[in-house]
């Protein structure tokens, strides 16, 4: 998680009203409608994968671009943020997402890299909910 540079790739940020489950939702739903593969990072992921605290910024990657301000959001900047949207560089995470037999309604990147990400997001209790997605990930014995 250390060495993880990130997703990279062409990166904005959007506001919206709802919650923030809410909003990766729309834009998962929006994704499948079009074609688009989507994976929800983050506290998202995390909120999936190892529920311990209330998601305050989705964080969506998708194979190209969707329509955001269709569903309701308005551009804005990284640090008015409800919603950070990524076309990535970084390929490999669809296949390691894939890779996961994730239990999730949702898909997800792979548990790593949603502890990378909750991580990097910060707050008093990212190290907790790392915590919580290593002992998730270690219950299903790695797969």
């Not at 998680?1 to 998962?28: C, F, K, R």
């Not at 008015?80 to 949702?106: E, G, H, K, M, N």
């Amino acid at each position: 998680m250390a060495e993880y540079a990130g997703p990279g790739g062409i990166t904005t940020h959007w506001y919206g009203l709802d919650a923030v489950t809410d909003q990766s939702n729309a834009v998962v739903a929006a994704g499948a409608s079009a074609g688009v593969q989507v994976l929800v990072f983050g506290d998202s992921a995390a909120d999936q994968l190892a529920p311990w605290r209330v998601p305050t910024r989705a964080v969506i990657s998708a194979t190209s671009g969707i329509a955001l301000g269709k569903l309701g959001f308005a551009q804005t900047t990284d640090a008015r943020a409800t919603l950070t949207f990524t076309v990535p560089a970084d390929q490999t995470i669809w296949a390691t997402a894939a890779s996961c037999s994730q239990r999730t309604d949702t898909p997800t990147v792979d548990p790593v890299i949603a502890a990378w990400d909750v991580r990097r997001t910060g707050g008093p209790d990212a190290d907790e909910a790392v915590q919580r997605i290593r002992d998730f990930v270690l219950a299903r014995g790695g797969s």
